[in-house]
């Protein structure tokens, strides 16, 4: 599923879109258990408060932390073999560690967005191996606050962000629409460097857009800074700790 120019690309680009990952049935099973949980939990919005400046009427998120310790279903594919397979080869090791998990729904017509940003700027490592897998569980088109990317950003090394209602890029100088729609289907996984410069629009939509994201790491590359502690962070995904 991850060939030498797959592996090229993302190398090349700092992230990947591998298409089909899971099929249509997984993804809408998913898709269902992801909802499921939400509906369990205390609603809760995340949505960062410049966020909402980015436009004219208010917008909303649900999520879920660590949703592997809320389903089952979600512990399965951590450990699934596609996924493993995939993350190790783009590491280029065997060995794969968990950092967090996270359900995020855009609800339909109001879904919020995300300015672009650095994930290294929330959690920090010292070798920049951490990368993030969204697994999309429905259609997730541009009008669907698909992810964004600047291509390439990943080999500018760790950039300032600023803290303006949520801790991203300044705004007036990485401008949303400047980054690359990556479009995607159901089924499909979007594995992203955490250096890689991206965010997500507003779903204007009709429909939720349901994404859960693992985010992983080599065990040899340790928090360069005391934060981000999420439950189950270190579990060993594939291979042994270093």
């Keep these: ?55 004219a009427t208010r917008t909303e998120l649900r ?34 560690q968990l950092h967090h998990t996270k359900i995020f729904v855009k609800p339909p017509e109001k879904g919020s967005p995300f300015p672009l940003h650095q994930d290294a700027a929330h959690f920090p ?8 897998a969204i697994f999309h569980f429905d259609d997730a088109p541009e009008e669907k606050g698909c992810v964004r990317v600047i291509p390439g950003s990943h080999r500018r090394g ?12 300044p705004i007036t100088e990485w401008p949303l629409d400047a980054a690359t729609p990556v479009e995607a289907e159901a089924g499909d996984a979007l594995f992203i460097n955490y250096l890689t410069v991206h965010g997500s629009g507003v779903n204007t939509s009709a429909e939720p857009r ?10 040899d590359d340790h928090p360069a800074d005391d934060v981000h502690h999420s439950r189950g ?8 700790a270093s």
Aim: with cysteine.
């Design 63 to 96: 999520h879920c932390h660590d949703a592997q310790f809320h389903s089952a279903a979600f512990s399965r594919l951590m450990l699934d073999p596609r996924f493993t397979g995939a993350a190790t080869a783009l590491l280029g090791r065997p060995d794969l």
């Design 158 to 169: 760790p950039l300032p962000h600023v803290e303006e209602g949520g801790w991203h890029l």
């Design 1 to 55: 599923m991850v060939d030498s120019s797959s592996v090229a690309f993302y190398q090349e680009n700092g992230y990947l879109l591998i298409k089909g990952l899971l099929t249509g049935q997984e993804a809408d099973a998913y898709r269902a258990e992801c909802h499921k949980v939400l509906a369990r939990l205390a609603p809760g919005d995340p949505t960062w408060g410049s966020a909402r400046r980015l436009t």
């Design 210 to 219: 349901t994404t859960f994201l693992i985010q992983f790491r080599a065990p």
């Design 125 to 132: 490592h010292t070798k920049h191996t951490v990368t993030a």
């Design 233 to 240: 962070q270190g579990m060993m995904l594939h291979g042994t």
